[in-house]
Nanobody, 118 residues
């Protein structure tokens, strides 16, 4: 069953922008932090940005000043400006939450492809 779903990826040229969205399903009844990760071909998955319930954020150095993470009750967003070819990767949404019957865990989306051409 899909609990987290991303959208908004695509093919753009360097310098352009994309906005990624991720929505947690109604089965996840409580949410703590949420974030975005990415994995380029042949590379390990890395953190892009994290946002906590109080609104505090943490960005990886390579995206500071270009990307902005935000959230509402059930969704997390990533505004990506001035995209660079090195941003090309599959972007994954991550939600730290729990269902009524379960413990806290990290839910992962299926990923959305972002490709930036030079």
């Amino acid at each position: 069953q899909v609990h987290v779903a991303e959208s908004g990826g695509g093919l753009v040229q360097a310098g352009e922008s994309l906005r990624l969205s991720c929505e947690a399903s109604s089965a996840i009844v409580m949410i703590n932090d949420m974030g975005w990760y990415r994995q380029a071909a042949g590379k390990q998955r890395e953190k892009v940005a994290i946002i906590n319930p109080d609104g505090s954020t943490d960005y990886t150095d390579s995206v500071k000043g270009r990307f902005t993470i935000s959230r509402d009750n059930k969704s997390v967003y990533l505004q990506m400006n001035n995209l660079k070819p090195e941003d090309t990767a599959v972007y994954y949404c991550n939600v730290n939450g729990r269902q009524n019957w379960g413990n806290w865990r990290y839910y992962w989306g299926q990923g959305t492809q972002v490709t930036v051409s030079s």
